[in-house]
């Protein structure tokens, strides 16, 4: 597990240094807030609320599409029976982005692409009874597509908003019983800030 991570924090490290010198990137800050199902197979089902922070690069490819990678912090809560959950993932995405109609101020916009999803806080409070328990802290690969709109809000600052739908392909190093993110929806809104010789 700690080797996926540092080869996957190495390359998304590289990649965006050696895409300084190049026109028209930007770093970005998103928030999100929405809803989504989450299960512990065999145990519970639920609906969870989460919000998350996303920041990171976008890497300009041509006037339609760019790359988009960084670090995402995420929670999840929800509640089943007389129980209170609380997961915490800590996420690597990598997202390819293709506008549309691109003018020089403003672009809808489309993008897919993967999470690495490292879940890496849990906490079960049994509410009836005054206890906690932790949860096991594992892998999850995640599958993510958004669709947006982005416009200029002031010189060199970018103001985005959209919807995204994320949902765990697969998950790895549960040894008991494998928990779960079926689907969620969010909301999002962000700012893109972009240096002066690069707009």
């Known amino acids: 597990m700690k080797k996926i991570l540092i080869i996957l924090?190495?390359?998304?490290?590289?990649?965006?240094?050696?895409?300084?010198?190049q026109m028209h990137n930007n770093w970005?800050?998103?928030?999100?807030?929405?809803?989504?199902?989450?299960?512990?197979?065999?145990?519970?089902k639920i609906n969870s609320s989460n919000y998350y922070a996303f920041l990171g690069?976008?890497?300009?490819?041509?006037?339609?599409?760019?790359l988009l990678a960084g670090l995402k912090i995420e929670e999840l809560n929800g509640n089943f029976s007389d129980m209170?959950?609380?997961?915490?993932?800590?996420?690597?995405?990598?997202?390819?982005r293709?506008?549309?109609?691109?003018?020089?101020?403003?672009?809808?916009f489309c993008s897919f692409g993967i999470e690495n999803k490292f879940k890496v806080y849990e906490n079960l409070e049994n509410i009836a009874l005054n206890t906690n328990s932790k949860g096991e802290n594992a892998y999850?690969?995640?599958?993510?597509i958004e669709i947006g709109y982005k416009t200029k809000?002031?010189?060199?600052?970018?103001?985005?908003?959209?919807l995204n739908y994320s949902g765990d392909i697969a998950t790895a190093g549960y040894d008991n019983v494998k928990t779960k993110k079926p689907n969620g929806?969010?909301?999002?809104l962000g700012f893109s800030l972009y240096k002066k010789n690069e707009k």
Do not use: M, R, W
Request: proline fraction near 2%.
């Open 28 to 44: 970005f800050a998103n928030a999100g807030l929405g809803f989504s199902k989450y299960e512990k197979k065999g145990v519970f």
């Open 153 to 162: 809000a002031a010189e060199n600052l970018d103001c985005t908003i959209g």
């Open 9 to 21: 924090s190495s390359t998304v490290f590289t990649v965006l240094c050696s895409a300084q010198n």
């Open 185 to 188: 929806i969010n909301l999002f």
């Open 98 to 108: 293709h506008y549309f109609l691109p003018k020089d101020n403003a672009a809808f």
């Open 140 to 144: 999850h690969l995640g599958g993510l």
């Open 57 to 66: 690069k976008e890497i300009q490819i041509n006037t339609k599409n760019s």
């Open 84 to 96: 209170y959950i609380s997961s915490h993932f800590l996420s690597i995405p990598v997202l390819y």
